[in-house]
């Protein structure tokens, strides 16, 4: 028998966060405790995520459906096999927490190099919308600190004002020096998408994520098939659960890449789910974090660790919060690195 709780953490931004969609102060998270009743010491803990106007899961009702499932599962009316497709966060958050109890409930939950502290991961620094001297300066202040990718929203700022910028950038930090990945979050029309992509392209650019909003395949795999840029989907993966529907996205747009946050997605299992059918395709992927604590980044950087790629993750993100929970986790240079020396510290959790 298992007995499952939560916690609710309101997470706090250091720094107000721009996307395309506003501004960020705040996020709710989620930590779901598993023990089993054999072995109650123990517990596995695993995180729930929301991003307002991104995440799947109804907000509105979150909470009383995370309420119902622990007192489900508690009583044994469902195992913890059951599937939520309509709630990934809450799927992502019982699947690391079975993991973590699985393995000992010692917050490794996927053995390897990495959490010997012997191999860090390769991240990309992630640069937040800005006045056009603000997104500068946290360029200079990500080079300053190791970084040689970096990841821009775009969007958000008048176009010329972009375009300024990445010209500032170039001039200074040529393409050898700096890999610029940008990411539009669906901000563009479809009609000006190609226009904005043509003259994009002239400051070497990787990739573009998802630049104009999902649920319209057909234009994307237009705007994929003439776009100078090579394209990455990102919100257009959340939200799909099954297999087939997963493989015809693919196989319609035909993206140059996938990106896949498995707290948006429905877990681990379900990330490792379209990694198999894009490189059946040969579509190219990286993993990133959406905004979690210390918790489900840990989660997703062991679990990435494990996957053998050389290409650079997004898994930057656990600086930006004032009251993230004390963790093994560092970043280094332009890498995320576990040093098992130092402890975990959930005492602000309260449980």
Known sequence: MYQVSYIKYPMKFIK???????????????????????????????????????????????????????????SGEVGLDVEFPDFPAIQFGLETALTDLQNGGNRILFPSDFTMGKKGILINGLIWMDSKQGMLKQIEGKLAAGFTILKMKVGALNFKDELELLQMIREKWKEQ????????????????AIEKL??????????????IRPGFPEDMAEICETSPIPVALDEELIGISSRDKKEEI?????????????????????????????EKLGIGWWVTSALESNIGLNAIAQWTATLNTTQPQGLGTGSLFANNLPSPLTVTGSRLIYRPEKSWNLSSLKF
């Open 250 to 278: 693919l196989a319609t747009i035909k993206p140059a890449y996938i990106i896949l946050k498995p707290s948006l997605l429905g877990g681990i299992s379900a990330s490792e789910t379209w990694i198999q059918l894009a």
């Open 198 to 211: 043509n003259l994009i392209s002239a400051y070497r650019i990787h990739s573009i994520e998802q630049p």
């Open 16 to 74: 107000p966060a721009g996307t395309s969609r506003g501004v960020l102060t705040k996020k709710d998270s989620y930590f779901i405790i598993l023990r089993d009743m054999d072995a109650p010491g123990k517990f596995g803990i695993g995180e729930c995520s929301l991003i307002p106007e991104l995440s799947f899961d109804n907000v509105e009702i979150f909470e009383a459906q995370l309420k119902r499932v622990c007192r489900q599962i508690t």
């Open 177 to 192: 020096k700096l890999e610029i990945r940008l990411d539009a979050n669906g901000a563009w029309k479809r009609e000006e």
